[in-house]
């Protein structure tokens, strides 16, 4: 077990199940601990028995939940060290690649590459096999920090912001993205009626530009994302005369939001 590394499969394609099962058959350094399909399953598997590394399928059409709320869940749990997670997906979205790096995605191989195979994944997990052993046996002897730093909490609480924003529609290339992100961290910490203000005055902005900008990503998420995923995302109730929230009904909301899972 000290010299293999140990490998959970996330995946819902069958064959590519299969191919992986026999492939690693064949080695000597790779030990599979598990295969699901599941998401939830997947957390379970991690927490009872933390593998070195974590292939992982963000799209789980076949089974249950998917890629993007397995890394949320495990970022959650604080392991020290988390498992190597590589992310292998048929999605080419950049919106989503960012979403899942920042979660704690280690890399990521898109399944559309000419290159690609399910053994090019295990093949991968070799090639990296000496670095993420190294990270495991060096965290073994440094006790884990009994809290976070404030640092790692504040880093922790805009990734988890970033995926709120990415669930309703809103691009971190919008204007209003960033704006949007530093409204609600500072409503977290003390409510204030001159948010926009404070806003401008960090990005040396004016505030009507920032309000313009935090208005229109708001509005066009509205505008452009399946109404069903914001009933589903944003639960607060909407004025049924204005059809979206205003700035400060989304920043308060976000902004509760966060410090009740915080």
């Avoid at 819902?12 to 399909?37: M, P, R």
């Avoid at 989503?96 to 690609?116: M, V, W």
């Avoid at 096999?129 to 880093?155: A, C, F, G």
Wanted: glycine share 4%.
């Amino acid at each position: 077990m000290e010299n293999e590394l140990t490998v959970l499969l996330v995946e819902d394609d069958q064959s590519a199940c299969e191919e992986i099962i026999q492939y690693i058959d064949t080695l000597e350094d790779i030990l599979l601990t598990g295969i699901t399909n599941n998401s939830a399953e997947a957390i379970d598997m991690i927490r009872d028995n933390p593998p070195d590394a974590v292939i992982l399928d963000l799209e789980l059409h076949l089974g249950s939940g998917n890629g993007l709320m397995l890394l949320q869940e495990l970022q959650q749990m604080n392991l020290f060290p988390p498992p190597y997670i590589l992310v292998t997906t048929n999605n080419s979205s950049a919106v989503t690649y960012e979403s899942a790096r920042q979660l704690g995605t280690d890399f990521i191989l898109c399944k559309h590459q000419a290159d690609y195979s399910s053994r090019s994944a295990v093949d991968f997990l070799r090639m990296m096999k000496s670095v993420i052993k190294k990270r495991r046996r060096h965290s073994n002897t440094h006790q884990m920090p009994l809290d976070e730093s404030s640092e790692q909490r504040s880093r922790r609480i805009v990734q988890k912001i970033s995926l709120e924003l990415n669930n309703v529609g809103i691009s971190p290339k919008a204007v209003g993205y960033q704006y949007l992100i530093d409204g609600i961290q500072i409503v977290m910490n003390e409510p204030t009626p001159n948010l926009c203000h404070i806003i401008a005055k960090k990005h040396k902005k004016s505030s009507g530009s920032i309000e313009r900008a935090m208005h229109n990503a708001i509005a066009r998420a509205w505008r452009t994302t399946p109404i069903d995923d914001l009933l589903y995302f944003y639960t607060a109730r909407i004025s049924s005369e204005k059809g979206m929230p205003t700035i400060n009904e989304f920043i308060y909301y976000y902004a509760n939001k966060m410090k009740n899972e915080h």
